[in-house]
């Protein structure tokens, strides 16, 4: 199974809340805590905002010719996003 592309700023957001955890939540030190608390809803805010759209394929049409647009489910890292929840 292919990993999914992680765009360079997940990753260092990532990085940021991994050490603000360790420092903060398990260090103790209060401004670590904020930052871990700041990573960690950007990471929250980006997955329900979804990504950017993405040019899958740009051509030239020709007359005559015709095209098919389909939607794919939006992903983020792997996992849907703007689903709606049944209850």
């Known amino acids: 199974m292919a990993r999914a592309r992680v765009s360079r700023v997940d990753r260092v957001l990532r990085l940021i809340q991994v050490r603000g955890m360790s420092r903060g939540v398990?260090?103790?030190?209060?401004?670590?805590?904020?930052?871990?608390?700041?990573?960690?809803?950007a990471r929250r805010v980006r997955r329900v905002i979804g990504s950017e759209p993405v040019v899958v394929y740009r051509g030239e049409v020709k007359p005559g010719h015709t095209i098919e647009i389909d939607h794919l489910v939006e992903t983020y890292g792997g996992k849907r996003v703007r689903g709606f929840r049944r209850r």
């Open 26 to 41: 398990m260090g103790g030190s209060g401004p670590w805590f904020w930052v871990f608390v700041a990573a960690w809803t």
